[in-house]
């Protein structure tokens, strides 16, 4: 059996839209406005609601399945998601984490804060990778948003 090991990380971003709060939101309520900017993946699937699940698997550069698996905790529309998920590389858990999405007014459009607090398990995963990756997605956002940043 190989050593375990976990390295707990906790990380915020913040990005400013010109969007307002409620467009932001649907960005990340809406299944296919999602889906535009979250993926691409092999299979995306959402169930939007408290106690709702979400399930993306993409195939990364290194060849391999990733899969993401959310369950939605806490939902404010136009204010606040909160979702724990997982992720796997193949059938190997890499990381379990809890995600506070927040959408405040800046002035005509939205201030995003998002945190995660990670559980990084057996050197499978790199916090600084996953803030890497959240940034990018966040970028995508932008982008799904018609902002050309």
């Known amino acids: 059996m190989s050593e375990r090991s976990v390295e707990h990380d906790t990380f915020t971003i913040e990005r400013t839209y010109d969007a307002p709060p409620g467009r932001v939101f649907s960005a990340w309520a809406d299944p296919a406005a999602k889906a535009r900017w979250f993926g691409p993946g092999e299979s995306h699937e959402m169930d939007f609601r408290v106690g709702g699940r979400e399930h993306l698997s ?30 796997h590389r193949e059938q190997t858990r890499i990381s379990v984490s809890l995600a506070t999405i927040e959408f405040k007014p800046a002035g005509e459009g939205t201030r995003l804060v998002l945190t995660e607090q990670g559980a990084f398990l057996d050197g499978e995963d790199d916090p600084a990778l996953r803030v890497q990756g959240t940034g990018g997605l966040l970028e995508r956002l932008a982008a799904e948003l018609g902002e050309g940043r």
């Open 58 to 87: 993409v195939r990364g550069p290194d060849g391999a399945s990733y899969s993401f698996d959310s369950r939605f905790q806490d939902i404010v529309p136009d204010q606040r998601i909160v979702h724990a998920y997982d992720m």
